[in-house]
């Protein structure tokens, strides 16, 4: 019943008359490669998304691939849904005030700045030597006060490097606070056009771009222009990056809440968003290639109410990582379209993956300076799990950048504050390597009760959060 509801929801794409791009679900998982080779000869674009789990896509009539949509070879199809980064909620509201938005294109009018596409794919560089010295930035981070942070890498400073998966727009891995800690694939000679390690990537030295398909998973940020008008990438990623694992005490900058965790950079999303199939292929690299956490500030408002059971692929693939040992932490939501946090437990439209009933997932709202929950974070006693800094964060951003406000230059118009429960995500996955590398013998599930039961409750979180608290680091290492 399940596959036929499903192939129904499938044939509904491109008005029933051509696929555009499904996820099939194999009965048998050693037929995934003959099945997609089966495709391209009928001239589709099909790849491998797991061993049971393919991409087929293109323009083939719905009459010729119905049957095999029916037949006993494939037990699920699905749509190859669409998912995105958490929209920055001031953003959003700033691009519905059309008077202001008329105002700054005339004052931005004219000048190239402010249209200039950014370059994509530096080479990446080695690993710098580490210059010893306090972070320069770090007493402006309120977000490592509030945690706590700076005590606890006294109780216990990192021992081991924990590999932080950061599945996001991509990492400026040639930031300088950044470019100690990206994680180095061991097994992969750079740039000798061999998959050394025979995991099916050439070069993957410090991840893999899954959007465009090579390894240099760069975060390539939006002009102005298409940041303030349409939403692009304005280097979120990266942002991201910095908190989780920002290299500590090198006299540059900020420090991440494990300043010697690895950051595996593994890109996914570009400024249309991107794709199930993808985030399902990051996932696997992810903990195929020893990442213990991965850090996921992307999801989508609600699935298909047409499918029955959700987005089924992107489910397995979080099963998947669970299986394998690795914490999901999920970004909890940033409300809904005039960015007003809502209940995931009670909302027709809770915020996906976050929402998922995994045991792995710590679901992560977000809190201010004053311990106030966001205004458009969502929130869920059942289903949300902590609260962390998510308002006006300061972290490294693209181009050797540490902002915590995205800004016009020149007219120095603050566009927004670097908010959202994407912001509040990667501190948890940055105490979870934290936390991890200092007991290293521990299961996920040891490491996420020592995270949320030394969360100190607040009101704001009261009945918000599983835990009733935010996080705290200091209180954290004492476990």
């Not at 303030?228 to 989780?244: F, I, M, R, Y």
């Not at 835990?467 to 209180?475: C, F, P, Y």
């Amino acid at each position: 019943m399940i596959k036929l509801l499903t192939v129904l929801c499938a044939l509904i794409i491109g008005q029933g008359v051509y696929a555009d791009s499904l996820l099939i679900k194999l009965a048998a998982p050693s037929s995934a490669q003959h099945t997609v080779n089966a495709m391209k000869l009928a001239g589709l674009k099909a790849t491998v998304v797991s061993s049971t789990w393919i991409e087929v896509s293109g323009k083939l009539p719905i009459s010729k691939f119905k049957g095999f949509l029916e037949s006993s070879a494939v037990v699920h199809v699905q749509p190859n849904y669409k998912v995105y980064t958490m929209e920055n909620p001031a953003l959003a509201k700033l691009r519905g005030n059309k008077a202001l938005m008329a105002e700054l294109a005339v004052k931005m009018a004219g000048n190239p700045i402010y249209t200039m596409a950014a370059s994509d794919n530096p080479a990446i560089p080695t690993a710098p030597s580490l210059a010893a010295g306090m972070d320069p930035l770090l007493s402006q981070q309120w977000s490592m006060t509030d945690v706590g942070a700076a005590n606890a890498w006294k109780i216990a400073p990192m021992l081991s490097e924990v590999v932080v998966a950061v599945i996001d727009t991509g990492v400026d891995y040639t930031h300088e606070d950044l470019v100690q800690n990206m994680w180095r694939n061991p097994r992969e000679i750079p740039n000798n056009g061999i998959d050394d390690d025979r995991n099916g990537y050439v070069d993957d030295v410090i991840g893999w771009d899954f959007l465009d398909k090579d390894n240099k998973p760069y975060d390539l940020k939006g002009s102005i222009f298409e940041i303030l008008l349409s939403g692009a990438n304005p280097g979120h990623g990266t942002h991201c990056a910095g908190n989780v694992a920002a290299t500590g005490n090198n006299s540059k900058g900020i420090s991440g809440v494990a300043p010697k965790a690895k950051i595996m950079a593994l890109r996914f999303i570009g400024n249309q968003g991107g794709s199930t199939s993808d985030a399902i292929l990051a996932i696997r690299y992810a903990v195929d290639n020893g990442a213990k956490v991965l850090s996921n500030s992307w999801g989508s408002r609600g699935e298909d109410p047409s499918d029955t059971v959700g987005n089924l692929a992107l489910r397995e693939a979080v099963q998947y990582a669970m299986d394998k040992g690795a914490l999901f932490i999920a970004a909890a939501g940033n409300g809904n379209e005039m960015g007003m946090g809502y209940d995931n437990d009670t909302d027709s439209k809770p915020s996906y993956p976050a929402s998922y009933t995994h045991e792995n997932i710590i679901s992560v709202a977000a809190i201010d300076v004053n311990g106030k929950l966001g205004t458009f974070s969502n929130w869920g006693p059942q289903s949300v799990d902590i609260g962390a800094p998510g308002v006006k964060v300061l972290s490294t951003t693209v181009g050797g950048k540490y902002e915590d406000s995205l800004k016009i230059p020149i007219i120095n118009f603050t566009i927004a504050g670097w908010d959202g429960t994407s912001m509040a995500t990667p501190h948890v996955a940055g105490a979870a390597a934290l936390y991890w590398s200092a007991n290293p013998h521990k299961t996920w599930q040891e490491v996420k009760a020592a995270i949320l039961s030394s969360a100190i409750p607040i009101p704001a979180l009261t009945g918000k959060v599983t835990s009733h608290g935010k996080l705290n680091v200091e209180e954290l290492m004492k476990r």
